[in-house]
Nanobody, 127 residues
Framework: QVQLVESGGGLVQAGGSLRLSCAAS????????LGWFRQAPGKERKFVAA????????YYADSVKGRFTISRDNAKNTVYLQMNSLKPEDTAVYYC????????????????????WGQGTQVTVSS
């Protein structure tokens, strides 16, 4: 089992940047693929980005490609989400999630595939 704790959220103006962190404790961090999801008020939780076990493969939602970067430091048991050129529509609670395996290829964007979740961190982008 793994415990996840997000940090780094806050209030930022449109065009600004934030870096979210997700610290993990418990079992071997490198055993998990990690994802970031977000949920805006009154909306469903949506996939943002994922990074595989070795960090060699990353995936992004179309809405954040070219603006967000996911990375991981297995030595520090931490995954990051660097968010640049933020827009008001990026406002949401951001969640970190982990899984040891996926049901198949291309499932990294499915929230049901992740077994462990953090408590979330609020990101608010003002216009």
């Amino acid at each position: 089992q793994v415990q996840l704790v997000e940090s780094g959220g806050g209030l930022v103006q449109a065009g600004g940047s934030l870096r979210l962190s997700c610290a993990a404790s418990g079992r071997t961090f490198s055993s998990y693929a990690l994802g970031w999801f977000r949920q805006a008020p009154g909306k469903e939780r949506k996939f943002v980005a994922a990074i595989m076990w070795s960090g060699g493969s990353t995936y992004y939602a179309d809405s954040v490609k070219g603006r967000f970067t996911i990375s991981r430091d297995n030595a520090k048991n931490t995954v990051y989400l660097q968010m640049n050129s933020l827009k008001p529509e990026d406002t949401a609670v951001y969640y970190c999630a982990a899984t040891e395996s996926f049901s198949g290829s291309y499932y990294w964007g499915e929230s049901d595939e992740y077994d462990y979740w953090g408590q979330g961190t609020q990101v608010t982008v003002s216009s």
